[in-house]
C-alpha cells in the first residue's frame, strides 16, 4: 500500500512534536513499493528524508521535498540452531516491540536496548545504544533498497562502518541513497547478561535479584542467593532505570540525548579530572575516554535553562524537552547557549546527537 499526501503535517513523525510540513509524505509497507515510488512523477528528482519515529530529528522548518515513511512490518525467525536465532525484522516495526518480542521467546542480546524510542530502520542507521550494547552487537546484515541502482541489496554488518552513534547510512554519499527494508539480527538462546553499565547491578540487587560472583562480561549468571535474574527481570529493569530518568516522548516532546557524549584523549580527560575530581567517564579505548555530556551540561549551570518552553530536563540535562509550545528556533536557541556553557565552563565542544533537518 502506498498513500501519498500532499503538505502534511509531520507532528506525528517527530518526537519533539512540532508541526513542521512537508511538501509531500509518501507513507508505504512494501519493499516492493519503493521502486514505483522512485518512479512517480511526483517524487522523482526531488529532494527526500526517509524518517521512522523521528526520535532523532529537529525540523528546523518545513520541508520542501518528499519525505518517506516506512511501515514494513514482520519479526520472524530466518534460521534457529540450538544457540542462535537469526531474525528478520521489518524497518517499520518499532524497536521496542522488537525487544519485548525476544523476551518474551527467551532470546537475548537487545533486552538493555529496551523502551529505546524508534523503529527498526533508524536503529540501524543510528546504531542505537544503551546500557553496554549497541546496535551493531547483534546486526548480522542490513537490506537496503539503492535508490541510485533501483534495486534490493543486502549489507553485510561488518561494512556498515558501524560507530557510535554512526554508520555508513549517514554518510553524506549514502544517507539518500540507501532505505533500510529489513535487518538481520542474531541472538542468543543462551543465558547472558550484560550487567557492566552503571546502576544496573545496583538496580537488580535492589529489586532482590543475586549476582554471580564475575558476572561482568556476558558470562551466565548463577543462582546464588536471592531470586535467579531472568531475561524479563532484566527488561523490566532496564524499563524502570529509563522511565527513571528519561521523559516519555508521548507526554513531553523530546528526542532522547540531545548531545553526544564527547570522546576525550585521555591525558585531557586526567587534566580536568584533577580541577574536577568527580568527572564521570566511560573507557573507549587505550587512549580514550567518554564524558557524560548530562554532566558537563549540569556543571556548567544549564539544568535551570529554557527558551520559551525547550528546557533542559532536570533529571538527565542531555535530554531538551519541549514543555508545550516551544518552536524549533526555541530548541535551536538553548541548544546553543548550552554549547556555549560547556565550552566556556570546560573547553569541551560537544556535539548535538539529534539530526537538524
Ligand atoms: N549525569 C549527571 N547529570 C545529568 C545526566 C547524567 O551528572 O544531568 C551523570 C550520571 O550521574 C552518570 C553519568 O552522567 O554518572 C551517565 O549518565 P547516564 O547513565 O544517564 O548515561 P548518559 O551517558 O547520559 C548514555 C546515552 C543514552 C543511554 C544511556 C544509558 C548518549 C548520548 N546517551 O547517556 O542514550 O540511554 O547512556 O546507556 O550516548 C540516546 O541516545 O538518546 C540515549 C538516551
Same mark, same amino acid.
Given at each position: 500500500?502506498?498513500?501519498?499526501?500532499?503538505?502534511?503535517?509531520?507532528?506525528?513523525?517527530?518526537?519533539?512534536?512540532? %508541526?513542521?510540513?512537508?511538501?509531500?509524505?509518501?507513507?508505504?509497507?512494501?519493499?516492493?513499493?519503493?521502486?514505483?515510488?522512485?518512479?512517480?512523477?511526483?517524487?522523482?528528482?526531488?529532494?527526500?528524508?526517509?524518517?521512522?519515529?523521528?526520535?532523532?530529528?529537529?525540523?528546523?522548518?518545513?520541508?520542501?521535498?518528499?519525505?518517506?515513511?516506512?511501515?514494513?512490518?514482520?519479526?520472524?525467525?530466518?534460521?534457529?540452531?540450538?544457540?542462535?536465532?537469526?531474525?528478520?525484522?521489518?524497518?517499520?516495526?518499532? &524497536?521496542?516491540?522488537?525487544?519485548? &518480542?525476544?523476551?518474551?521467546?527467551?532470546?537475548?542480546?537487545?533486552?538493555?536496548?529496551?523502551?529505546?524510542?524508534?523503529?527498526?530502520?533508524?536503529?540501524?542507521?543510528?546504531?542505537?545504544?544503551?546500557?553496554?550494547?549497541?546496535?551493531?552487537?547483534? !546486526?548480522?546484515?542490513?537490506?537496503?533498497?539503492?535508490?541510485?541502482?533501483?534495486?534490493?541489496? $543486502?549489507?553485510?554488518?561488518?561494512?556498515?562502518?558501524?560507530?557510535?552513534?554512526?554508520?555508513?547510512?549517514?554518510?553524506?554519499?549514502?544517507?539518500?541513497?540507501?532505505?533500510?527494508?529489513?535487518?538481520?539480527?542474531?541472538?542468543?538462546?543462551?543465558?547472558?547478561?550484560?550487567?557492566?553499565?552503571?546502576? $544496573?547491578?545496583? !538496580?537488580?540487587?535492589?529489586?532482590?535479584?543475586?549476582?554471580?560472583?564475575?558476572?561482568?562480561?556476558?558470562?551466565?549468571?548463577?543462582?546464588?542467593?536471592?531470586?535467579?535474574?531472568?531475561?524479563?527481570?532484566?527488561?523490566?529493569?532496564?524499563?524502570?532505570?529509563?522511565?527513571?530518568?528519561?521523559?516519555?516522548?508521548?507526554?513531553?516532546?523530546?528526542?532522547?540525548?540531545?548531545?553526544?557524549?564527547?570522546?576525550?584523549?585521555?591525558?585531557?580527560?586526567?587534566?580536568?579530572?584533577?580541577?574536577?575530581?568527580?568527572?564521570?567517564?566511560?573507557?573507549?579505548?587505550?587512549?580514550?575516554?567518554?564524558?557524560?555530556?548530562? &554532566?558537563?551540561?549540569?556543571?556548567?549551570?544549564?539544568?535551570?535553562?529554557?527558551?520559551?518552553? !525547550?528546557?533542559?530536563?532536570?533529571?538527565?540535562?542531555?535530554?531538551?524537552?519541549?514543555?508545550?509550545?516551544?518552536?524549533?528556533?526555541?530548541?535551536?536557541?538553548?541548544?546553543?547557549?548550552?554549547?556555549?556553557?560547556?565550552?566556556?565552563?570546560?573547553?569541551?565542544? $560537544?556535539?548535538?546527537?539529534? %539530526?537538524?533537518?
Amino acid at each position: 500500500m502506498i498513500k501519498y499526501t500532499e503538505n502534511a503535517s509531520l507532528r506525528p513523525y517527530n518526537t519533539f512534536g512540532l %508541526n513542521a510540513k512537508a511538501a509531500l509524505l509518501v507513507e508505504y509497507t512494501a519493499e516492493e513499493d519503493l521502486p514505483l515510488i522512485f518512479a512517480d512523477e511526483r517524487v522523482k528528482n526531488r529532494p527526500f528524508l526517509h524518517v521512522g519515529e523521528g526520535s532523532n530529528l529537529l525540523f528546523t522548518k518545513d520541508f520542501d521535498g518528499v519525505v518517506l515513511h516506512s511501515g514494513i512490518r514482520g519479526i520472524k525467525p530466518a534460521s534457529q540452531t540450538e544457540d542462535v536465532v537469526l531474525l528478520e525484522c521489518g524497518a517499520g516495526e518499532k &524497536w521496542d516491540q522488537v525487544c519485548e &518480542w525476544c523476551v518474551d521467546r527467551g532470546f537475548y542480546g537487545i533486552e538493555n536496548l529496551s523502551a529505546i524510542p524508534g523503529e527498526v530502520g533508524a536503529a540501524a542507521v543510528q546504531n542505537i545504544g544503551a546500557y553496554g550494547m549497541e546496535f551493531k552487537d547483534v !546486526a548480522v546484515a542490513i537490506s537496503v533498497y539503492d535508490v541510485e541502482q533501483n534495486k534490493n541489496v $543486502i549489507i553485510s554488518a561488518s561494512d556498515c562502518q558501524y560507530g557510535y552513534r554512526t554508520s555508513l547510512f549517514k554518510q553524506p554519499a549514502y544517507r539518500n541513497r540507501f532505505i533500510v527494508t529489513h535487518v538481520l539480527l542474531s541472538l542468543s538462546r543462551k543465558a547472558l547478561f550484560l550487567l557492566d553499565y552503571g546502576n $544496573i547491578k545496583a !538496580a537488580l540487587l535492589e529489586r532482590g535479584f543475586s549476582l554471580a560472583q564475575g558476572s561482568d562480561k556476558r558470562k551466565p549468571i548463577r543462582n546464588l542467593r536471592g531470586k535467579q535474574i531472568t531475561l524479563h527481570a532484566m527488561r523490566e529493569t532496564i524499563c524502570a532505570i529509563r522511565a527513571a530518568k528519561l521523559p516519555d516522548p508521548h507526554v513531553m516532546g523530546n528526542a532522547g540525548s540531545f548531545f553526544k557524549n564527547p570522546i576525550l584523549p585521555k591525558m585531557v580527560y586526567d587534566t580536568l579530572k584533577g580541577e574536577y575530581p568527580d568527572m564521570p567517564m566511560y573507557e573507549v579505548d587505550d587512549t580514550h575516554v567518554k564524558v557524560p555530556a548530562g &554532566w558537563l551540561i549540569e556543571r556548567s549551570g544549564c539544568k535551570e535553562r529554557h527558551v520559551g518552553d !525547550a528546557t533542559v530536563y532536570p533529571l538527565q540535562c542531555l535530554v531538551l524537552v519541549n514543555r508545550g509550545h516551544a518552536s524549533a528556533n526555541d530548541i535551536i536557541q538553548l541548544a546553543a547557549l548550552i554549547v556555549e556553557a560547556v565550552q566556556e565552563r570546560f573547553g569541551i565542544k $560537544i556535539e548535538p546527537e539529534v %539530526n537538524y533537518i
